[in-house]
């Protein structure tokens, strides 16, 4: 099949490409030339393992293009799929800006029959305003339709996931359209949920929402658990174990971040509020959230006292690991309030620096954790790459000026930790009876948020 991608971020992207693996001609387009340039001459402008072999065989087999001109694009293709952006308005409402300006010009453009399909994330409804800007700008009268298909790709394994999705949703209101989907997707034998285009939009929102509330919950127990003396790794990994609640996204830390779930969760909580109900639930959700960051904050400054001049090491930047995406990066709460408060701040991320870099310039960037550990006066672990597992605290402890760490993803074993001498600080763990003052100290504040 011949289909267009609008808007080649990581979504687009990947979907154009692992399209395109599948056999399909596809043509990429965004309206960044500096995106598209660098795309046209074999260079990948985000981290997403596995993409980079996929882009290059593909390219080069004729079978992927990449394009700024709306006109090729949507002349040559039978489906459209837009996978533009859909920030934060500020407000919490969805931005969804960019979807009416591709799809202005997919009307203006549209030459033939055209399955134009959501595959950004969007509120209800906004199936039915592509539908109407389009039939709006169709001057020729050419035969189009709407369909939605909401993605469910996680940064990091996006190519694995495109490719061995759980389930794939489509919301169609024709056969025409079902079946051209259904055809798309034939080669993954997954089920297939078919639905109205209202529904699947609702789905991805509902999915989202319903991930972010085990993260807060977690993190909820997580907070018990310091009050009582409990320890949520072994409380999740039991919670987790029931099939029924499953242990995905049970694990206690600084909070979620990234370029979907804040957004999608305040979209969708603005949504409610607009249809007249009070979505409680979800903005407990986003409380708790933002109360997390926090946390981690407090521990920082119950362990070092005084931040002012002191040297505190970052490591992870990236929302998760496995990406080089900052969006609404749980690190960039703690940095700011480092920053504020006249610390020093080293950092690491195996992928993330080059974007920090345009955000915080003034952090020292170093090649490697044990860099940043060197005459650091707390460590604090925020993105849980798989290298930090394998790091020789022993060698840490060391060349530290102070062994604090901060262990903002629970990564490590606090008693081991404590045995190598470090004042180790996790979030909801039991800490053994032989602290310090500083240790006990971190958890008295919290008892007043109570
Ligand atoms: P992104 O910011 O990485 O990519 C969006 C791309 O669209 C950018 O390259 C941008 O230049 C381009 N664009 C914006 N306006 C345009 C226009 N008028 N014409 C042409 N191109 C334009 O975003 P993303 O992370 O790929 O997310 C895209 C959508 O998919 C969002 O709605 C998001 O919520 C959803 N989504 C994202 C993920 C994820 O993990 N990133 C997963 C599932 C769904």
């Known amino acids: 099949m011949k289909l267009t991608i609008i808007g080649t971020g990581y979504v687009g992207l990947v979907t154009g490409t692992c399209f395109a693996e599948l056999g399909?001609?596809?043509?990429?387009?965004?309206?960044?030339?500096?995106?598209?340039?660098?795309?046209?001459?074999?260079?990948?402008?985000?981290?997403?393992?596995?993409?980079?072999?996929?882009?290059?065989?593909?390219?080069k087999a004729g079978r992927l293009q990449f394009?700024?001109?709306?006109?090729?694009?949507?002349?040559?293709?039978?489906?459209i799929f837009i996978t533009v952006g859909t920030p934060d308005k500020g407000n919490g409402e969805a931005d969804l800006s960019a979807i009416e300006a591709v799809t202005q010009k997919i009307g203006s453009l549209i030459n033939g029959y055209k399955l134009v399909v959501e595959k950004s994330t969007v509120p209800v409804e906004t199936g039915k305003w592509i539908e109407r800007i389009i039939r709006t700008n169709n001057r020729n009268g050419a035969h189009f339709e709407v369909a939605s298909n909401p993605e469910f790709l996680r940064e990091g394994s996006a190519v694995e996931d495109f490719m061995r999705p759980d389930r794939i949703v489509i919301?169609?209101?024709?056969?025409?359209?079902?079946?051209?989907?259904?055809?798309?997707?034939?080669?993954?034998?997954v089920p297939i949920i078919a639905t109205d285009i209202k529904s699947a939009e609702l789905i991805k929102h509902a999915s989202n929402s319903f991930l972010s509330t085990k993260i807060s919950f977690i993190n909820a127990i997580a907070n018990i658990c310091e009050r009582v003396g409990a320890d949520v790794v072994k409380v999740a990994e039991a919670i987790g174990l029931d099939r029924r609640i499953g242990k995905d996204f049970l694990n206690a830390g600084l909070g979620f971040g990234g370029s979907c779930f804040p957004k999608?969760?305040?979209?969708?909580?603005?949504?409610?509020?607009?249809?007249?109900?009070?979505?409680?639930?979800?903005?407990?959700v986003e409380e708790i959230n933002r109360e997390q960051n926090r946390l981690v904050t407090r521990k920082i400054e119950s362990a070092l006292w005084i931040i002012e001049g002191k040297t505190v090491g970052i490591l992870g930047l990236a929302f998760k690991p496995g990406t080089d995406d900052l969006r609404n990066a749980p690190c960039l709460g703690v940095i700011e309030f480092l920053l504020r408060e006249g610390a020093k701040v080293k950092a690491y991320d195996p992928q993330a620096m080059e974007k920090a870099k345009k955000i915080f310039p003034q952090l020292s960037y170093c090649a490697d954790p044990y860099e940043v550990a060197r005459e650091s006066d707390c460590l604090v672990l925020v993105t849980e790459w798989d290298e930090f597992k394998r790091l020789q605290f022993s060698t840490i402890k060391t060349v530290m000026k102070q062994p604090i760490l901060v262990d903002a993803r629970n990564l490590c074993n606090p008693l081991e930790m404590e045995k190598l001498g470090f004042n180790y600080i996790g979030i909801g763990r039991k800490q053994s009876i032989s602290q310090d003052n500083r240790m006990t100290e971190w958890s008295k504040p919290l008892y007043n948020t109570l």
């Open 24 to 59: 399909h001609q596809v043509i990429c387009l965004d309206n960044d030339l500096e995106k598209v340039a660098k795309l046209k001459a074999g260079q990948i402008p985000i981290y997403e393992p596995g993409l980079e072999e996929l882009l290059a065989r593909n390219t």
């Open 67 to 79: 394009t700024d001109d709306f006109k090729v694009a949507v002349e040559s293709s039978e489906v």
């Open 171 to 189: 919301g169609v209101e024709s056969p025409r359209a079902e079946k051209i989907l259904r055809e798309l997707y034939n080669p993954f034998s």
């Open 264 to 284: 999608d969760l305040a979209a969708f909580i603005r949504l409610a509020e607009k249809v007249g109900y009070d979505f409680k639930l979800l903005k407990a």
